[in-house]
């Protein structure tokens, strides 16, 4: 449960780009996702471009550090998914076990949601030109971490309350 607070991270990346391999593993992690029949409603465009990059890091105002890392993926689903709801289920657990993989690659990686702005999901869709037929969901910059981890978190324990 300690890996879910990245999320609310801070990071900052060096100027290296990642290897495929290391970009491959993170995104089989993130398939592994269960999905009703095995048919999941997502896909993932994987960004390098510095253009694109930096027109992603204007979609939101929580995207600023996507202008500086070297990769990021962007999940979509299928718009003819049946049950809405299920879409963001699914993904949720797949970014999670992106996020894991990433940090087991020993790169630093932080989801930013997207969903449910429409004006942020078309602007995504229209820098990636992504078919209409899908849906942008989040922005994942990784890569590189520029400064150590107690820098980069400001997830601070004491702000969780559990009630039972």
Same mark, same amino acid.
């Given at each position: 449960?300690?890996?879910?607070?990245?999320?609310?991270?801070?990071?900052?990346?060096?100027?290296?780009?990642?290897?495929?391999?290391?970009?491959?593993?993170?995104?089989?992690?993130?398939?592994?996702?269960?999905?009703?029949?095995?048919?999941?409603?997502?896909?993932?465009?994987?960004?390098?471009?510095? &253009?694109? /990059?930096? @027109?992603? =890091?204007?979609?939101?105002?929580?995207?600023?550090?996507?202008?500086? $890392?070297?990769?990021?993926?962007?999940?979509?689903?299928?718009?003819?998914?049946?049950?809405?709801?299920?879409?963001?289920?699914?993904?949720?657990?797949?970014?999670?076990?992106?996020?894991?993989?990433?940090?087991?690659?020993?790169?630093?990686?932080?989801?930013?949601?997207?969903?449910?702005?429409?004006?942020?999901?078309?602007?995504?869709?229209?820098?990636?030109?992504?078919? &209409?037929? /899908?849906? @942008?969901? =989040?922005?994942?910059?990784?890569?590189?971490?520029?400064?150590?981890? $107690?820098?980069?978190?400001?997830?601070?324990?004491?702000?969780?309350?559990?009630?039972?």
């Amino acid at each position: 449960m300690n890996n879910i607070y990245t999320r609310v991270s801070i990071r900052r990346y060096e100027d290296r780009s990642v290897e495929p391999e290391k970009t491959q593993a993170i995104l089989r992690a993130a398939m592994q996702a269960p999905s009703a029949a095995n048919q999941q409603p997502w896909e993932f465009y994987v960004v390098t471009n510095k &253009e694109k /990059l930096k @027109a992603l =890091a204007q979609v939101s105002p929580y995207a600023w550090m996507t202008g500086d $890392a070297p990769a990021a993926i962007v999940s979509v689903y299928r718009r003819d998914c049946k049950i809405p709801a299920y879409a963001e289920i699914d993904l949720s657990i797949a970014m999670e076990n992106l996020w894991l993989e990433t940090d087991a690659q020993g790169l630093g990686g932080v989801w930013l949601g997207i969903a449910p702005i429409e004006e942020r999901m078309q602007a995504v869709e229209r820098i990636l030109d992504i078919p &209409e037929t /899908l849906r @942008a969901f =989040a922005i994942f910059p990784y890569g590189y971490p520029a400064e150590e981890r $107690a820098q980069q978190d400001r997830f601070e324990p004491e702000r969780i309350h559990y009630v039972e």
